[in-house]
């Protein structure tokens, strides 16, 4: 299986070598990384000329600097750098991020998943975060959703969910709609993915505007927002916080604003999260 790896990096000379390195060692080596400079101010570009010059399985491409908001960005540079590739040309479409450490067996853990499970639409590993001198699970999922960082697609996966969403809540969106179309999410816990950047730290909207705006954009209805707003409030220990939430949510409602999912698509992911109201509360 041939893999496109698509990196956006934005302002990453620090964090971005390691991830390249790390593809460089890979067991796997039929592979295309395509790194999309995304603004940046910093000596990233420097870094990407480093090995675009020695190794032709990398390539580049510069974007003009854009505000950095949750999700849009990141995927608009993503298929920024999908539109240099024929995608005809590969079997896995992978979207990574620039601040992470793979093992060496990453990219053949994932071919083996993959060719031995046809069902397999989207395939990826931990996440793991530093501390105390030691690598940890991150813990902020569960662990059965492939996060954001490490996506693997199979191809025809991820045409026939109309490929990625340039939205704030896409890495939730993709896959609620593979699952409906028949493909399976799964976790190899064994790949331990090293995130060096904790993740959030440049978004420049506070906690409660990005639940509120993260609960609209995926599409749910007004009384699973509430419901979600409610669980927030709740690990947070503030009632307060429940209300701001409610509040950035109907504001973007009032200014219906658009959403990147059809119709149908909407009333899946708001089926998914009946269902799992449902099972978790009320026991059917």
Known sequence: MRFLIIIPAHNEEDHLPFTLESL??????????????????????????????????????????????????????????????????????????????????????????????????????????????????????????????????????????????????????????????????VVLPELHVKLIKVKGADYTVKASDYYGRYFYFLGLRRFLAYVASAKEGMKSKSVSFFFQIVKSYEECRSQKLELKISEQERKVINGQRWKMLKNKWLGM
């Open 24 to 185: 460089e060692r890979q067991s796997c080596k039929d592979f295309k990384v395509m790194v999309v400079n995304d603004g940046s101010t910093d000596k990233t570009a420097e870094v990407i000329k480093g090995f675009t010059d020695r190794d032709s399985r990398f390539e580049t491409i510069n974007l003009q600097k854009s505000a950095h908001q949750p999700g849009s960005k990141v995927v608009n540079a993503f298929k920024n750098g999908l539109k240099t590739q024929n995608i005809n040309d590969f079997d896995v479409i992978c979207k990574f991020d620039a601040d992470i450490i793979l093992s060496e067996n990453y990219l053949q853990s994932v071919q083996n998943a993959f060719q031995n499970n046809l069902t397999y639409g989207l395939v990826g590993g931990l996440l793991y975060i530093e501390k105390n001198g030691e690598w940890i699970y991150e813990g902020n999922s569960n662990k059965h959703h492939v996060r954001g960082p490490m996506k693997a697609y199979r191809k025809e996966c991820f045409e026939a969910m109309g490929g990625l969403r340039e939205t704030l809540g896409w890495d939730n969106i993709d896959s609620i709609l593979l699952e409906n179309l028949g493909w399976k999410e």
